[in-house]
């Protein structure tokens, strides 16, 4: 009996105490904003509450309190994407219309961050991932892949349609790649963008040719090339090797050719007293070209 008497007690005061006027409370009052969301798209998270120091019934500070029954804020927005930030204070005249009978003290923010961009549609150029392939050993690729379509259409954040710099890559997921490929690719975007673009393609054709680059070697012809008669080499006969890779399309025409080792001595280095070896000819099929020994060391004498 006594509890009963003390929850009723207690419960009459808060009731009585509620229906009195001049409490001040400070609340996260709820907000939204209104803009075109056909032309506009916000790229961060738009602020959900703007803190307000109010005054008034207690009833009606406890339900905005609580967001009882408390319909938002509308804070509309001709040009979002030309704003970076809203003053608080700005809004105080059309907000105090909006929570009458309840009077603003005063408003907390100093400012509110917004970041909504333009949306645009661009046509971006495919190109791969270079993450998402690998060529066999000595493959290369004779030229730039092909696409079809060779343009992609990117919907969305004008911030973020930027970050591509006009070029939208292809995952191929293709490993240790050694021969031509054509290949029909899904179009994907990465999950923390997803958001915030779209693509009207779904799907690109990529094709690709490769060559193969042979391994090879030869002996090579000695040739001094200004040398006077009283210079010659430490090893007066030495054996010169060239490593190489070949491209495959031109095995027939190197088979033709004669390489030369030669010696210039007025290219020498005159500091150690040795002399580079240059090969002659250098065709341009030719790649990784790798001489042994690379220097010859010189003799000065009779």
């Known amino acids: 009996m006594v509890v009963l008497c003390v929850a009723a007690a207690t419960t009459f005061w808060i009731l009585n105490a509620l229906n009195k006027d001049d409490y001040t409370t400070i609340v ?3 907000i939204q904003f209104e803009f075109d969301r056909e032309r506009y798209i916000p790229v961060e998270p738009l602020p959900p509450t703007l803190e307000v120091e109010i005054n008034g019934n207690g009833w009606d500070l406890l339900r905005k309190y609580f967001n009882f029954n408390t319909p938002p804020f509308i804070i509309n927005l001709e040009q979002p994407s030309s704003q970076d930030y809203l003053i608080p204070t700005d809004l105080r005249r059309e907000l105090s219309e909006f929570l009458s009978p309840t009077q603003i003290v005063s408003l907390s923010n100093d400012t ?16 791969l991932d270079s993450m998402s392939y690998s060529l066999g050993k000595n493959i290369r690729m ?6 079809e379509p060779k343009e992609i259409t990117v919907i969305g954040a004008e911030s973020i349609l930027e970050i591509y710099d006009g070029k939208f890559p292809v995952n191929l997921d293709e490993k240790r790649l050694d021969r031509d490929l054509t290949k029909n690719v899904k179009i994907e975007i990465s999950k923390e963008l997803s958001e915030f673009i779209s693509i009207e393609e779904s799907s690109i054709s990529v ?6 680059f042979l391994e090879g070697n030869k002996r090579m012809k000695l040739k ?7 210079v010659h080499l430490v090893e007066e006969d030495p054996s010169i090797m060239m ?3 070949v491209d495959e399309r031109y095995t027939d025409e190197l088979k033709d050719l004669e390489f030369e080792a030669v010696l210039n001595y007025s290219q020498r280095n005159r500091q150690d007293s040795t002399i580079a070896v240059q090969v002659n000819p250098m065709p341009p099929f030719l790649d990784q070209v790798r001489v042994e020994p690379a220097t010859l060391k010189l003799s000065y004498g009779n």
């Open 112 to 127: 509110l961050k917004i970041d909504i961009d333009r949306i645009r549609s661009v046509k971006m150029r495919p190109v």
């Open 142 to 147: 004779l030229n730039e892949p092909e696409f």
């Open 207 to 212: 094709h690709i040719d490769v060559v193969a």
């Open 224 to 230: 001094k090339v200004n040398f006077p008669r009283t």
């Open 243 to 245: 490593y190489y890779l």
């Open 28 to 30: 996260d009052y709820p």
